[in-house]
């Protein structure tokens, strides 16, 4: 049984479909160990509280380093026998103090076909740009901005009346299929990583 931890600065909705997941046996394997958030009154630490999932809340002002900051939240998952790290509107940069700790078993959800449109509001980027194509890609956390080995991704496609919140919630929607099945390969050890390249080992392999 694999423990994750799922780090989220807003709402949770990725969040609490991994536990849905795990609840409803669509995840074997794993169990949501811990909710790392560095928004305390968000909305996750509330659905984390109803789902009976630990919560390390953090304010990153009061420490007196990035450096400091991370390595307490570095000692809060192994505490908690963390082996994989699921990024899931986090807004934050992870840093080389709990990179280090966590290299290769650190994933993040981005709301876009990487490397377009990486950052903040990838949903508005897309939209301002006029694209005809967006979605959902889950890569692997390295020490630049979205810029890690991509694992998987799903096209989105953007009408031409959709709004922010329109494409938002079709990306959402992506995103619980896709956020599911890759933490699923990680679980039972089906990705490789080469370089910039991942693959998923077949069932025969």
């Not at 991370?70 to 908690?80: S, Y």
């Amino acid at each position: 049984m694999k423990k994750l931890a799922v780090f989220a600065s807003g709402n949770g909705s990725n969040f609490e479909n991994i536990v849905q997941a795990v609840d409803t046996g669509r995840l074997t394997g794993a169990e949501v160990s811990l909710l790392v958030t560095d928004r305390p009154s968000a909305r996750c630490v509330e659905r984390a509280n109803r789902l009976g999932v630990p919560v390390f809340a953090f304010e990153p002002k009061s420490y007196p380093s990035k450096e400091a900051c991370e390595a307490e939240i570095v000692f809060k998952l192994q505490a908690h026998g963390i082996s994989l790290v699921v990024l899931a509107g986090y807004m934050r940069l992870v840093g080389p103090t709990l990179l280090n700790a966590y290299q290769g078993r650190m994933i993040n959800l981005h709301p876009s076909l990487l490397p377009a449109f990486a950052g903040k509001d990838a949903v508005g980027q897309a939209l301002a740009y006029g694209v005809k194509v967006t979605g959902v890609t889950v890569h692997i956390v390295d020490s630049g901005l979205d810029s890690g080995p991509i694992i998987a991704q799903i096209p989105v496609r953007v009408e031409p009346n959709d709004t922010h919140q329109s494409l938002t919630e079709k990306i959402h929607a992506v995103e619980r299929q896709l956020l599911v099945e890759v933490v699923q390969d990680l679980v039972l050890d089906r990705i490789r990583i080469k370089g910039r390249t991942t693959h998923k080992l077949t069932a025969d392999v």
